[in-house]
């Protein structure tokens, strides 16, 4: 914004526009101007870089999600004797209906590889220590709400894949000591997947997910600007400095180009992926295998190994593993505490980093490749 | 344009009373804010503050309990114990094959209209070793919520019926030929493999397949009493 423009007053002769007039009396009451500078002129130390562009990424990831959840929700019915019909009307038969709802299913793939990359970004970057530790912790929520999401989402077709799904994914919760029954039947609504556990899911997914997830946000969003962007992990101070830029125009930029190239994979992927739904959903799965979906694949073939065999074997992998691992990554600013930010000096950060994506891609290789043996 | 001068502004941080700590007590760091008159006269500002707590705790706490058992009503239901008729035993061609029955189950929730689910079970002839290797001597007995035995499965009896739900995790298991292990039951899911009587070959499941009620009429008619066990645990937990 160019301070010359925001005060047209002071130019002679100038008679403002009709639009003029109006942002005028807008700013006067709500303080529009003010609130763009804070906005757009937000430092961005060290300057603009590629590798910040997933915050806003999934900003706006999620609200295509919302947008075209919403559009969704005009046929859906969540009920199991028309869950299925009312999808299967929107895919076949509504206009446009198999493209929202393939953009929405492929939107959630998509989150969830951001979110892995956000994260990753800000681990290899140092970016969550000393003073940005609560904002790793909302973060961590918020990667807790996106899972979330896919997994109450998966059900909502009511097919074979969803009601699978669903039954071995609320069974892993059945297996947290003292209180796993407890939770499991209550996300079900009763001992079986049903109604009861339609109807929870959809709440959980349309209505506390999406309240959960923008209030956390907006936290993140506020406590990001409180403790400012953490910047490049080399160089220094005075070469930070000199190379600092504001978000507006060459971060924002950055952003929109990563916006782009995210909108138009996700529509390629509905336009040539597009979303086959299965039988209805029922306890015979009859020649269905069951399987999650591809980004919970890798955890699925560990389920698998010998070592979390037998009650103790499963309350490791299904519990104690995803906890342990969880409580590091919550741990991890508070016993962290070497401010060196750079990734190549971190040896222990690097190399864990890079052993979780090895294992994850090796495993969900592995039960790609198992897939074949089974028929 | 007047010439601007750095010292005809300040912002919040600069405001400062040197000294001002050796008077009052200000603990560093506390944004101090001129008291309106109007707030001078207000004593207990501590105390107003607590109470307004104390009552947003006194609406919250009538509430949360209620919320609870409103979400809580369907979470558990009684058991049903009624026979249901699977299919015909002519359908088994062979001893120790797993052979699945697909039946139909009317299942009524709550308000919504009365539904059939696919369900099914797997029906095993059993030779006499096979049996012994299911019932290891013992006859079989199934109990509701209360404990009170409501049907027994006799040792002798060569039709074992298997619940189709894996003591893994749930899944649907199949009878499959395994390369080194020959017919088996092998759930696709997480791998479980198990013999015909039931027990555990490889993979990750906690204990054997769940034999369920069964009786089988002169005419050769198959009838169980539709159980689910918990999944993932060692001792069989009923839940259906």
């Known amino acids: 914004m160019d301070s010359k423009h925001s005060s047209p007053a002071t130019i002679p002769d100038h008679q403002p526009s009709a639009i003029e007039r109006l942002v005028a009396f807008l700013d006067e009451r709500v303080g529009l101007k003010e609130m763009q500078a804070k906005m757009l002129n937000e430092p961005i130390p060290g300057g603009s870089r590629w590798a910040y562009v997933f915050g806003s990424i999934l900003l706006f990831i999620f609200a295509m999600q919302a947008v075209t959840g919403t559009l969704l929700m005009f046929y859906y019915v969540p009920t199991t004797d028309h869950a299925y019909d009312s999808t299967q009307y929107i895919i076949h038969d509504v206009d446009y209906g198999w493209f929202l709802l393939g953009y929405h299913f492929w939107g959630s793939s998509a989150m969830v590889v951001c979110v892995v990359a956000h994260m990753s970004q800000v681990f290899l970057w140092g970016a969550y220590k000393k003073p940005r530790e609560l904002l790793w912790l909302v973060g961590l929520a918020l990667f807790g709400i996106v899972i979330t999401f896919g997994f109450t989402g998966y059900l909502l077709p009511w097919d074979q894949r969803a009601f699978w799904a669903t039954t071995v994914g609320v069974e892993i919760l059945d297996k947290t000591p003292v209180v796993g029954d407890f939770i499991a039947r209550f996300l079900k609504g009763g001992p079986t997947p049903g109604q009861m556990t339609l109807s929870r899911f959809f709440v959980l997914h349309v209505m506390i997910l999406p309240a959960a997830l923008m209030a956390l946000a907006g936290l993140h969003l506020f406590l990001f600007r409180v403790a400012a962007p953490a910047g490049p992990f080399s160089g220094t101070k005075e070469e930070i400095r000199a190379k600092t830029d504001y978000f507006f125009p060459r971060q924002i930029w950055k952003d929109m180009v990563g916006m782009a190239f995210v909108f138009v994979g996700i529509c390629a992927l509905a336009l040539w992926e597009p979303v086959v739904l299965l039988d209805q959903a029922a306890p015979d799965p009859g020649d269905y295998h069951p399987e999650p979906e591809w980004y919970f694949l890798f955890y699925f073939q560990l389920l698998r190994l010998k070592i979390f065999a037998g009650e103790f074997g499963q309350f490791l992998g299904a519990v104690a593993l995803p906890a342990v691992f969880m409580a590091l990554l919550v741990a991890l600013p508070f016993f962290d505490k070497d401010p060196e930010r750079n990734i190549f000096k971190r040896p222990i950060a690097l190399i864990s980093w890079i052993a979780i994506m090895v294992m994850i891609v090796l495993f969900t290789v592995a039960s790609v490749i198992n897939r074949e043996f089974l028929d | ?240």
Request: with cysteine; charged share 25%; hydrophobic share 40%.
């Open chain 2, 1 to 240: 344009m007047p010439p601007f001068k750095r010292e005809d502004y300040v912002t919040t941080h600069e405001v400062e009373i040197s000294h001002l700590e050796d008077h009052i007590h200000v603990t560093p760091g506390e944004v101090l804010v001129p008291l309106p008159d109007l707030e001078k006269n207000v004593k207990r500002r501590t105390f107003f503050m607590n109470f307004t707590h104390v009552i947003g705790f006194l609406i919250g706490l009538p509430i949360a309990y209620p919320i609870l058992r409103y979400l809580m009503k369907p979470m558990y239901a009684a058991f049903d114990n009624q026979w249901l008729n699977v299919g015909n035993v002519s359908q088994i061609k062979k001893e120790d094959v797993g052979v699945q029955f697909e039946y139909k189950k009317k299942v009524k929730e709550v308000y919504m209209p009365e539904y059939e689910v696919e369900k099914n079970v797997w029906v095993v002839r059993a030779t006499p070793e096979l049996l012994e290797k299911v019932y290891q001597g013992k006859d079989e007995e199934f109990r509701d919520s209360k404990g009170t035995v409501i049907w027994t499965n006799k040792k002798e009896i060569p039709y074992v019926a298997f619940s189709g739900k894996c003591p893994h995790l749930g899944c649907a298991y199949k009878w499959r030929n395994h390369k080194a292990l020959g017919p088996v039951f092998l759930c696709p899911c997480h791998l479980s493999i198990y013999d015909a009587a039931g027990n555990v070959l490889d993979g990750p499941a906690p204990r054997a397949l769940d034999a369920l009620p069964v009786r089988v009429s002169a005419g050769g008619e198959v009838e169980i009493i539709d159980m689910e066990f918990k999944a993932g645990t060692k001792a069989q937990v009923r839940i259906v």
